[in-house]
């Protein structure tokens, strides 16, 4: 297993009677995509304020690089976005970025390398203000590679980006990945998350309710069974997998089975005198997933 590069224990944040981020534990593994999924207002931010020292827990415990969180030697080897990029908008985005790497007594090659990174160089003398948003959200996550961190805490750098924009981000964070750096990305975009992450926490009301890889939340794949009478292919479906493998579900049947025992499904329909319409694989989206999960957690804490 990789070495941990974020760890955190119990880790919880109230405000007065509110309990934003309650007994939060996750890792983080040294070069891995980690999706920190949740809907608005679950705790995703407050989580990661936590992690980079902006605010101090509750209760419970986190390490950064094996550090405490906002400790000077993790601090200098993490990269942060989180609620968006603020810069001066009358600078342009070359002068922003200089501005930030001698405050960290970088030098101005970082700056260059950064811009390079998120593909702005050639539009680095141009002031922030005019930037789209999605400039905007390239030129943070730059501010954010200056001085090459070991790990990139980005907080839903997607946000309010168009489709274009949206792609673009993730291959950067995909590219990112690939040369080394290890990214702990929140979101809410599911879409996102399913086609970049390797592994994801999902949180919900301030509770983490798992931590697992994209393929094992979406579970093992089935097949979906579309004929006509229903009621005679479900019969025979049934006779072929067992009872409990065959569900009517959407118009169909959803079959607890890979996809390996299709053709002998499809011979057992179509000989049993029904019209076979469909028949596919059929996996669940990372989204169906999520929801199913979230609507769980809603009911049980009313």
């Not at 304020?49 to 902006?54: A, F, H, P």
């Not at 094992?216 to 794949?221: H, M, V, W």
């Amino acid at each position: 297993m990789r070495n941990q590069i974020v760890v955190t224990d119990g880790l919880t944040k109230r405000y007065g009677e509110q309990l934003a981020v309650d007994s939060v534990s996750l890792s983080v593994r040294a070069g891995e995509i980690y999706g920190f999924l949740g809907p608005n207002g679950a705790g995703k931010t407050t989580t990661l304020r936590m992690l980079v020292g902006l605010i101090r827990p509750t209760s419970g415990s986190a390490s950064v690089l094996g550090r405490d969180p906002g400790d000077p030697e993790s601090a200098h080897k993490t990269g942060v976005l989180i609620e968006g990029p603020g810069f001066y908008p009358y600078l342009s985005g070359r002068d922003n970025l200089r501005v930030m790497a001698r405050y960290r007594g970088l030098a101005d090659s970082h700056v260059e390398a950064a811009l390079e990174r998120v593909g702005l160089r050639g539009r680095g003398d141009d002031k922030f203000k005019t930037y789209s948003l999605g400039m905007k959200q390239r030129l943070g996550v730059g501010s954010a590679l200056l001085g090459e961190p070991d790990l990139l805490i980005l907080d839903e750098p997607t946000n309010g980006l168009d489709p274009a924009g949206m792609a673009e981000m993730r291959e950067l964070i995909v590219d990112l990945a690939a040369s080394g750096h290890s990214v702990l990305l929140s979101s809410h975009m599911l879409s996102e998350v399913q086609q970049i992450c390797d592994r994801v926490g999902v949180i919900s009301n301030g509770v983490l309710l798992v931590e697992s890889t994209v393929a094992e939340l979406r579970g093992a794949s089935t097949l979906f069974v579309r004929a006509e009478p229903l009621e005679i292919a479900l019969q025979v479906v049934r006779h072929v997998v067992g009872d409990r493998r065959a569900i009517v579900a959407a118009n169909g049947i959803r079959v607890d089975m890979s996809a390996d025992h299709a053709p002998a499904l499809a011979r057992a329909i179509v000989e049993s005198g029904a019209d076979l319409l469909e028949l596919r694989s059929d996996e669940r989206s990372l989204e169906e997933v999520f929801f199913e999960m979230t609507t769980t957690e809603k009911e049980l804490s009313k």
